[in-house]
Structures are given as C-alpha cells and as structure tokens.
C-alpha cells in the first residue's frame, strides 16, 4: 500500500513540473538556440538565449505546438524598431525564425546598392572594420561591419560581404497594417522579409529576444569531455540582446 502510494505522489510531481514548465514557457520565458548565421554579428551560431513571451501578449504560437486554442492576439503590445524577435514563419507556421524589426505597419522600405531607406530616407550607416566568421567546414568568411542607426536613433551592427549580392536591391513595398518588415542583421545572408518570408503578421510573433545564457562554439570534440570547456564563449554569456 505504501509502495503504491509513492508512486501516485511520483507520478503527481511528474506531471505537476512538466505542468509549471509548460506553464513558464508559455506565458513567461522561453529557451531558444540559433542555428543559423543570419543574425551575426549580433547572435552567433551557438548561442543559447531566453525569449520573453509576455512582451507582444499572447497568440496561439505562445503555447507548445501552436496549439489553436484561440484566434489572434490577446493583451496585445506591438514591437518597437530595432527589436530583435522570435516569430513563427508565416510561410509554413511552425519553423521559429529570428530577426529584426526593421518595418513597421504602414512603413515604405527599399533597399538600393545594400543601403536601407525607410520611408523614403536613407539611414546613416557608420564603416567600423572587418568581421570573420568561421563556417562549419573550418573556412574564413570576411565581412564588412557597419553601424547602422534606425530613425529613432537605435544603432546596431550590420554585416555586409559587399553592396552588389543578391538582395541588396530590394524594389519599395509599404508594409501592411498588423504586419511587420524583417531583416537579419548578416544582411547578405538572412532568408528575411526581402528572400521567402515576407512580411510577419503580429500573430506570429513569439517574444522579444532578451539575454544569452550560454553559447559555445564546435571547437571541442564531443568524444573528448576534456575539450568541451573550449567550446564555451565565457565573454558571451549573460549579454543583453541590442
């Protein structure tokens, strides 16, 4: 009798963490890792950062598997320029995404010879110096960083591999009402708004980006549990997502 008694109670603080956790993730915070270089030089391959699901209020994208339990948005707050968010690609509705908010409803944007104009204005762009990125087959790609300065004079970094790639002329679209226009920050390698995913309904957004809590790198061998510390970026974690 006892012996039974102890496995309901296991069972009931089972279900009661996977029930908080859920709960937490939901309505609070998330975990997400990136897998792509879209976002460098702001977010490398590797990083591991917390997601708030509060700040855009809640959609059925806040909940594990997009479950539909209600239709749009509720307690709803619109993100700022310059943010960098979460959000579900409207194209299929299940893969997580990461950009910046770059348009906003009712925004005019175009790009011509890789410099972003926003309401027919040309933004400031600032040259800072050279940035290497190391792909996953060991190889050096070099990149130009800019310091580029929204119209309410947010600055964030930028990379360019030149002014004259695929999609650094991007004809002028207003940005429909409820949508938002997003960019990655490694501007000549981001599947964004410009390429497959176009504009982002408010619905799909997930949360605001906030803080890295760990990132590393593929430097250590797995085999090797002795090389895993050099995996780690230590000068990353716990840094603000800008």
Same mark, same amino acid.
């Given at each position: 009798?006892?012996?039974?008694?102890?496995?309901?109670?296991?069972?009931?603080?089972?279900?009661?963490?996977?029930?908080?956790?859920? $709960?937490?993730?939901?309505?609070?915070?998330?975990?997400?890792?990136?897998?792509?270089?879209?976002?460098?030089?702001?977010?490398?391959?590797?990083?591991?950062?917390?997601?708030?699901?509060?700040?855009?209020?809640?959609?059925?994208?806040?909940?594990?598997?997009?479950?539909?339990?209600?239709?749009?948005?509720?307690?709803?707050?619109?993100?700022?320029?310059?943010?960098? $968010?979460?959000?579900?690609?409207?194209?299929?509705?299940?893969?997580?995404?990461?950009?910046?908010?770059?348009?906003?409803?009712?925004?005019?944007?175009?790009?011509?010879?890789?410099?972003?104009?926003?309401?027919?204005?040309?933004?400031?762009?600032?040259?800072?110096?050279?940035? $290497?990125?190391?792909?996953?087959?060991?190889?050096?790609?070099?990149?130009?960083?800019?310091?580029?300065?929204?119209?309410?004079?947010?600055?964030?970094?930028?990379?360019?591999?030149?002014?004259?790639?695929?999609?650094?002329?991007?004809?002028?679209?207003?940005?429909?009402?409820?949508?938002?226009?997003?960019?990655?920050?490694?501007?000549?390698?981001?599947?964004?708004?410009? $390429?497959?995913?176009?504009?982002?309904?408010?619905?799909?957004?997930?949360?605001?980006?906030?803080?890295?809590?760990?990132?590393?790198?593929?430097?250590?061998?797995?085999?090797?549990?002795?090389?895993?510390?050099?995996?780690?970026?230590?000068?990353?974690?716990?840094?603000?997502?800008?």
């Amino acid at each position: 009798m006892e012996k039974e008694e102890s496995f309901i109670d296991t069972i009931k603080m089972v279900f009661y963490a996977i029930l908080i956790a859920v $709960v937490i993730r939901s309505l609070w915070i998330e975990p997400f890792k990136i897998p792509s270089g879209s976002m460098y030089p702001t977010l490398y391959v590797g990083d591991y950062l917390f997601v708030s699901k509060y700040t855009y209020g809640y959609s059925r994208h806040s909940f594990p598997f997009s479950l539909p339990l209600f239709n749009g948005r509720i307690w709803s707050d619109e993100p700022k320029r310059g943010d960098v $968010v979460v959000f579900k690609n409207p194209q299929d509705n299940s893969t997580d995404f990461i950009k910046r908010v770059i348009g906003l409803p009712k925004d005019k944007i175009k790009l011509v010879k890789g410099r972003l104009f926003i309401n027919g204005k040309k933004l400031e762009r600032k040259n800072e110096d050279e940035f $290497v990125i190391r792909n996953r087959f060991g190889a050096t790609e070099h990149y130009h960083r800019y310091i580029e300065v929204l119209p309410e004079g947010k600055e964030h970094y930028v990379l360019e591999v030149s002014d004259n790639e695929a999609n650094d002329n991007f004809v002028e679209v207003e940005v429909p009402e409820g949508h938002y226009f997003m960019m990655g920050d490694n501007r000549d390698r981001s599947d964004d708004s410009r $390429v497959n995913v176009g504009f982002v309904p408010l619905e799909s957004l997930v949360g605001k980006a906030r803080f890295l809590f760990f990132s590393h790198n593929d430097e250590g061998a797995w085999y090797k549990p002795w090389s895993w510390v050099k995996k780690i970026r230590w000068s990353r974690l716990f840094n603000t997502i800008n």
